[in-house]
């Protein structure tokens, strides 16, 4: 499963691509609006950043037209930002159609803010690169996003879509654990979640203990 980062800041996503295992960036307006500095050079110093580190990424770029004119008139232009960009669209009919009209000019898309498999299958059909469920907020509001999950990856299986199953809206590494356990293709998490993902308390109990050994046994061949 690919790990992206839902940020804008390009500190949190140095730090992230410096281990190697970061595979793209996912940002929404509300992520770049507290970024403070224009758009387009965020989403171009994202993708310059990431490129030193992988050749295979993907940084996702939403557009903020509601009628697809305006939709695909944006996506033209993030995709001209660099060829890693994808562009995000929402999951309404308008979105659907500028993902239909982009996917023809070979623009991929990711479809954001699903909530329901039939929203997936519709974005499916209409050539989405990208579905992006948000498993937190179902959560938040009495559901269970995992369940959405397994059903999207079982209409897509059925059916051999070929959209990639974005898990969004994370809120711990168990919700991580839980996607990979399903099967979705990626999952985009917040910098403390990415954080979080390498910690264990019986890990560093463990390596304290090795590194303690190994320091009384320098000493003591020290006094040989």
Wanted: net charge positive; aromatic share 8%; charged share 25%.
């Amino acid at each position: 499963m690919k790990i992206y980062l839902d940020t804008g800041n390009i500190e949190e996503i140095k730090h992230a691509a410096e281990t190697g295992l970061l595979n793209g960036v996912t940002t929404n307006p509300s992520l770049i609006a507290k970024e403070g500095r224009p758009f387009k050079e965020i989403i171009k110093d994202i993708a310059k950043m990431l490129s030193k580190h992988t050749k295979d990424f993907t940084v996702s770029a939403e557009t903020t037209s509601t009628d697809w004119e305006g939709m695909v008139k944006e996506g033209l232009a993030y995709a001209k930002y660099d060829k890693h960009v994808i562009v995000k669209v929402p999951l309404t009919p308008n979105g659907l159609i500028a993902c239909q009209k982009l996917a023809k000019k070979r623009i991929r898309c990711n479809v954001t803010l699903c909530f329901s498999p039939n929203q997936a299958l519709m974005a499916a059909k209409a050539g989405a690169y990208i579905i992006s469920p948000f498993v937190g907020r179902i959560d938040d509001h009495g559901g269970h996003g995992m369940d959405l999950i397994e059903e999207i990856r079982t209409i897509y299986d059925n059916y051999e879509f070929k959209t990639n199953i974005l898990v969004a809206s994370v809120r711990s590494p168990d919700q991580v654990r839980d996607a990979a356990l399903i099967g979705a293709d990626i999952a985009t998490i917040p910098y403390k979640i990415f954080q979080k993902m390498f910690y264990h308390p019986l890990t560093d109990k463990g390596n304290a203990q090795f590194l303690a050994d190994h320091a009384k046994y320098q000493a003591a061949l020290a006094k040989k």
